[in-house]
Each structure stands twice: as structure tokens, then as C-alpha cells.
């Protein structure tokens, strides 16, 4: 399976951004689904997750309240709404999948077996 992560790009602080991931070579119903983001020097952290009907989603405390995850099993996507942005949302933001579990509260990075290229997300003061 392939992930394919779109929508990044230069926002102003307390903008909005709609970051997308098309997945391709499966169904994506088959796969749990999460986002996770990586400042430059800072290690890769656990932003939203959702399971694989989308009857459940875990945030990060980073961007909790300001960011929804939800996907569309039909179009094999998985898109992340994230209002109010700031500074230090500036980041590299990749979607990954896994299908052996679906807990959405298992944010270990291990657990996703499949991960997008990333789309940068930077936010201006």
C-alpha cells in the first residue's frame, strides 16, 4: 500500500490548512489511520488517529481541540482539518496506516507499518 500525503503550505498564524492522504494499492478500510508531525531537530509526534470505520479518533495534547481527523473509506483518503495554527505547528506532517491493530490509543510510531512522504506545514508569525 502506498500513502500519498498532500495539502501542506504556508499558512498565517490562527489560519487553517486541510492536509489530505490518498491511499493506494488497498482498501483503505482495511487500515487504522494517524497522522503524526516532525519539527526540524525535534523527534516525529503522534497529532490525531482514527480507526478504521472512523468510529473512533485519539488527539495529541499538541494540537488538541484545534485539529479533526476523518477519512472517506470510499475514496481511500484520510484528511486532517487543522484551525487555529501556530508557530510552532511549523512542522513536516505524514499520515501512515496499519492494519493488524486498531487501537487508535496505540500511538507508538511502531505500530504503523506504512508511512507517506510528508507535506510541509509552516506557519508564520
Known amino acids: 500500500v502506498q500513502l500519498q500525503a498532500s495539502g501542506g503550505g504556508l499558512v498565517q498564524a490562527g489560519g487553517s490548512l486541510r492536509l489530505s492522504c490518498a491511499v493506494s494499492?488497498?482498501?483503505?478500510?482495511?487500515?487504522?489511520a494517524a497522522w503524526y508531525r516532525q519539527a526540524p531537530g525535534k523527534e516525529r509526534e503522534f497529532v490525531a488517529a482514527?480507526?478504521?470505520?472512523?468510529?473512533?479518533?485519539n488527539y495529541g495534547v499538541p494540537m488538541k481541540g484545534r485539529v479533526d481527523i476523518s477519512r472517506d473509506n470510499a475514496k481511500n483518503t484520510v484528511n486532517l482539518q487543522m484551525n487555529d495554527l501556530k508557530p510552532e505547528d511549523t512542522a513536516v506532517y505524514y499520515c501512515?496506516?496499519?492494519?493488524?491493530?486498531?487501537?487508535?490509543?496505540?500511538?507508538?510510531?511502531?505500530?504503523?507499518?506504512?508511512w507517506g512522504q510528508g507535506t510541509q506545514v509552516t506557519v508564520s508569525s
Open positions: 501512515a496506516a496499519d492494519r493488524v491493530r486498531d487501537l487508535v490509543t496505540d500511538t507508538a510510531l511502531k505500530r504503523y507499518a506504512y
Open positions: 494499492g488497498d482498501s483503505l478500510s482495511s487500515y487504522g
Open positions: 482514527i480507526s478504521r470505520t472512523g468510529s473512533r479518533t
